[in-house]
């Protein structure tokens, strides 16, 4: 009646009488280090702060765990939500002096003619640093 041998149709008999006729079964392998409150103290901490590493979160949300997940169960948290390990973008800071006086030149400049323009010299050879020294004295 149900395609299978009378062997198999009783062994699946037997689990189901030992589970108490419960369908949820014993899972296999290690349980998991952090529950669903820690997973979300992660993200939430990882939101807050994105700059933060792995390790730093790690640190942050558990403080006072008797067992502290690794850095890989944390990294492996953040990516399963979607959140990959990137560096931020680095932007090159201006302060408020050079702010101003980038207003201030704009400003003068701003009714500029063609002819203006093209009295500058330029060149696409110039060399910035805008932070350090490339070794060179």
């Known amino acids: 009646m149900f395609g299978g041998t009378e062997a198999c149709i009783s062994q699946f008999l037997k689990r189901q009488k030992a589970q108490d ?3 949820k079964s014993q899972r ?3 349980s998991r280090v952090t529950d669903g409150n820690d997973d979300r103290n992660i993200l939430k901490t990882s939101r807050t702060d ?3 590493s792995v ?7 558990c ?10 169960t944390v990294k492996q948290r953040l990516n399963a ?6 560096r931020p973008v680095n932007k ?3 302060s408020e002096k050079n702010r101003v006086a980038r207003v201030k030149w704009a400003k ?3 009714n500029w003619t063609r002819q203006d323009c093209n009295k500058i010299l330029s060149s696409d050879e110039i060399k910035f640093l805008l932070f350090g020294s490339d070794g060179i004295q």
Do not use: C, F, Q, Y
Request: charged share 20%; net charge positive.
């Open 63 to 72: 403080l006072n765990s008797p067992s502290p997940p690794s850095v890989s």
């Open 50 to 52: 994105p700059r933060l």
């Open 108 to 110: 003068e400049h701003l």
């Open 81 to 86: 939500a979607g959140i990959m390990g990137r």
């Open 28 to 30: 296999t392998g290690r």
């Open 92 to 94: 090159p800071l201006i």
């Open 55 to 61: 390790p730093a979160i790690r640190r942050e949300v």
């Open 21 to 23: 006729g419960s369908t």
